[in-house]
């Protein structure tokens, strides 16, 4: 009963390095997606797949890429950290049956600090 | 684009009494669903209330309600015999409706975080 698992939880990085953030989730669902909340702005996607072997930018995508190889996995990657991508990083995941009323399965986050 | 606002970014409640969290939206969109999703220190992001826009009567779950006013696009959350557990940020968020098909993409306002005390 996993549902949907973030990996790492906790980084630091220092400016310039990249690093992969990894979504996983075990429900077999089709669409999944990459939110940063920062402090008074809320969730803002990312990216988000609709499928295996799709993604497509959302609100904020400049800086990161996304790949969606296993449809259980979603990937988020930061080339070239910067310290404005501080933030905590939410995967989340919903079915494609099931119509507008079925919520998304968010993760529980990943703190991501650029120093 | 839809945008989703919630005026208060702080509310303070009595354990037991009532409490409403406001929340309007922008939108030209004239089927779409709104959520009110809710993050306790956990940082789990939790859904509470779902109501569709083309459903007059408001949506109800427990102790939690809202008041859908389509024509003044608003969407407020009325938690009742407030509890210590609803301590948490709330967010509201909207979805549109797309017909032949959706991304299921959601707009969240800023959230309103809501303390109960003892």
């Known amino acids: 009963n996993a549902g949907v698992t973030q990996t790492p939880k906790f980084r630091v990085l220092k400016t310039g390095q990249s690093m992969t953030l990894l979504c996983a989730q075990d429900?077999?669902?089709?669409?999944m997606y990459w939110y940063r909340q920062d402090p008074g702005m809320g969730l803002r996607l990312i990216h988000y797949?609709?499928?295996?072997?799709?993604?497509a930018k959302g609100e904020v995508p400049d800086g990161y890429n996304v790949s969606r190889l296993k449809k259980q996995n979603f990937l988020l990657g930061l080339e070239s950290a910067a310290p404005s991508q501080t933030s905590v990083y939410f995967c989340?995941?919903?079915?494609?049956?099931?119509?507008?009323?079925?919520?998304?399965?968010f993760g529980d986050g990943t703190r991501l600090s650029i120093l | 684009a839809q945008t989703v606002t919630q005026s208060q970014p702080e509310m303070s409640v009595q354990e037991a009494e009532t409490v409403t969290l406001s929340c309007t939206y922008d939108?030209?969109?004239?089927?779409?669903?709104l959520f009110w999703y809710k993050q306790p220190p956990s940082r789990q992001m939790i859904l509470v209330i779902r109501q569709e826009a083309y459903k007059q009567q408001n949506a109800t779950e427990n102790r939690f309600s809202v008041n859908f006013q389509k024509a003044a696009k608003s969407f407020s959350l009325k938690i009742s015999d407030s509890q210590l557990g609803d301590t948490a940020m709330y967010f509201c968020a909207f979805m549109k409706h797309a017909a032949g098909g959706s991304n299921y993409k959601l707009t969240f306002g800023k959230g309103t975080l809501l303390t109960v005390n003892p």
């Open positions: 939108t030209s969109e004239s089927n779409y669903y």
């Open positions: 989340a995941s919903r079915n494609r049956t099931g119509g507008y009323n079925q919520p998304q399965h």
């Open positions: 797949s609709v499928g295996e072997g799709t993604t």
């Open positions: 429900m077999n669902h089709e669409y």
